[in-house]
């Protein structure tokens, strides 16, 4: 008799551990990892261009540049340019700034009305932001001239306008 309740118990233990690890594997295969996660974002954020159009693009232009490579060359060339190296790169830092509850927020944010809207504006946004940095830029180079040239600090001044891109913006750590 004692036997035969040790061999009930261990069966209801059994039972009950293996429904324990189906629950689990369910849970886990059905959840997205942090990676599919931030991959997500990064794709609905539109913040980074997840697809291989962009790998066939760049090197596109390469072809437009180098006339002289032929085709059979460029087959060799393709196969070491692989831009998932570089997503995953982009996956990491994103993963680094944010915790997962902060990346299933921004998905959340992305995925509503006002999100779709900063996500289709954003582009328009940044080249204004863009432009009016240079036109404030341009205004205090000729602000800071006048007034070097007025205290006699500069005999001729630089042209008013630069050519080429403005010296990138350096951060004081």
């Not at 059994?14 to 996660?37: E, H, N, P, W």
């Not at 460029?74 to 944010?98: Q, T």
């Not at 509503?112 to 180079?141: A, C, Y």
């Amino acid at each position: 008799m004692k036997e035969s309740l040790w061999l009930i118990n261990i069966n209801s233990m059994m039972k009950k551990i293996i429904c324990l690890g189906m629950i689990l594997f369910g849970i886990f295969s059905f959840s997205q990892t942090k990676q599919d996660k931030v991959k997500e974002l990064i794709s609905l954020s539109g913040a980074f261009p997840l697809s291989k159009k962009v790998e066939k693009e760049l090197i596109d232009r390469y072809k437009k540049k180098y006339t002289n490579v032929p085709e059979s060359e460029w087959k060799s060339i393709e196969k070491k340019i692989n831009i998932d190296e570089l997503v995953n790169k982009a996956i990491e830092i994103y993963g680094s700034k944010f915790s997962d509850k902060e990346i299933d927020g921004l998905l959340t944010f992305y995925k509503s009305d006002l999100g779709k809207k900063v996500i289709q504006n954003s582009p328009e946004i940044l080249s204004e932001i863009q432009n009016e940095m240079s036109n404030w830029g341009s205004t205090v180079t000729e602000t800071i001239n006048a007034d070097l040239v007025k205290l006699g600090y500069l005999k001729s001044p630089p042209p008013s306008k630069s050519e080429g891109p403005p010296p990138p913006m350096v951060t004081k750590n």
